[in-house]
């Protein structure tokens, strides 16, 4: 990543509205929404069950198309950029590390498929190169013969981050991609997002509904509320700038006190 990349904007999403039918009635899960990922940056995406997160997040990975807006990914249309392209580099981590991976494909041909699929595989040691990427992410290679339910859930979604990362892209979005995991594996699984992104320098929309790990981890914050975003907070100075409804009420839901440290206790979060 040279100099000039982190000056610039490499997700840019303006204007993004997106409705469904639900019930009999149009819901409108995303309003409005605008903001950039600059190259490098770490921006969380905070926001209570059903605020529109994960529509986002789908949309970002073009599982859906916007009804209104745009999404330029380094300055070109997202939605009309090659899909071989566009997953070249923008790589997505779900909640479910068992469902990102069929349950009859072992570690070893799961972390290998991409380089497979971009035909990146021709005079390399295809053992080797799994066993390297099992290595970035402290896994040893006795896990490559094994099938995802033969891991614990911790372990499959090291995987998985191993997957997402090998071919270095540019942009990760992961959606609650540590929620299911108890809190201690969810600390060593952000401290090894942290050191990949250290390593390979790519951008990262974090998504989730912990405010104090978003802070933790992002460098930007955006809460969402209702489908819209709410406020902006820079991370490391959320006490001052916090206001809007939806962060107070994200602060009154948080784990304990120590999560937020002094942030917590101006607010008089118990
Ligand atoms: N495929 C869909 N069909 C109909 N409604 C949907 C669909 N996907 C999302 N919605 C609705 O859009 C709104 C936003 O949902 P979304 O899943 O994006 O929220 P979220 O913040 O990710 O919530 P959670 O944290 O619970 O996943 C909700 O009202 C939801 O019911």
Redesign the pocket.
């Known amino acids: 990543m040279d100099a000039t990349d982190t000056e610039q904007n490499l997700l840019e999403i303006r204007h993004l509205n997106k409705a469904?039918?639900?019930r009999g009635r149009s819901?409108q899960?995303l309003k409005n929404i605008t903001l950039n990922i600059r190259a490098g940056e770490c921006v969380g995406m905070v926001?209570?069950?059903?605020?529109?997160?994960?529509?986002?997040a789908r949309l970002l990975c073009r599982i859906y198309e916007p009804d209104e807006g745009k999404v330029l990914f380094q300055g070109q249309d997202a939605f009309a950029v090659k899909s071989r392209d566009y997953y070249r580099q923008v790589q997505m981590v779900f909640q479910d590390p068992l469902a990102s991976c069929p349950p009859r494909m072992r570690v070893e041909r799961f972390l290998l498929e991409p380089f497979r699929n971009f035909r990146l595989l021709a005079g390399r040691n295809p053992r080797e190169l799994a066993r390297e990427l099992l290595a970035r992410v402290h896994l040893g290679e006795e896990l490559l013969p094994r099938y995802p339910g033969q891991l614990s859930g911790g372990q499959m979604q090291r995987v998985v981050f191993a997957r997402a990362t090998g071919l270095s892209p540019r942009l990760l979005i992961c959606d609650?991609a540590t929620s299911a995991l108890d809190t201690t594996i969810q600390a060593q699984v952000v401290a090894l997002l942290q050191e990949l992104r250290r390593q390979i320098g790519f951008a990262c929309l974090f998504i989730t509904?912990d405010l104090a790990l978003a802070e933790s981890l992002c460098d930007t914050i955006y809460v969402?509320a209702d489908?819209a975003i709410a406020e902006r907070l820079s991370s490391g100075n959320m006490a001052a700038e916090a206001k809007a409804p939806a962060t107070l009420s994200l602060l009154a839901a948080c784990r304990s006190f120590s999560d937020l440290g002094a942030f917590t206790s101006s607010r008089g979060c118990t």
């Open positions: 469904f039918w639900k819901v899960a926001g209570q069950s059903g605020s529109g997160k994960s529509t986002l609650e509904h969402m489908g």
